[in-house]
């Protein structure tokens, strides 16, 4: 997975553990499933997968 921010001039590792876990949510919006991951960081920031992934289902 790539993760990315806003700041683009900073690079910094990504890592989940207890104490920064990796989030997984998920949305509905007619027949797409849209997953989106994220990880929240040392400082508290989240840090975002480059891409969510969408899956469309059966009505």
Known sequence: MVFHDSDAAESRDMFFDRDHP?????????????VAISITDNDGRTTYCAENITKRHAP
């Open 22 to 34: 990796l989030n997984i949510t998920a949305g509905v919006n007619g027949p797409s499933v849209t």
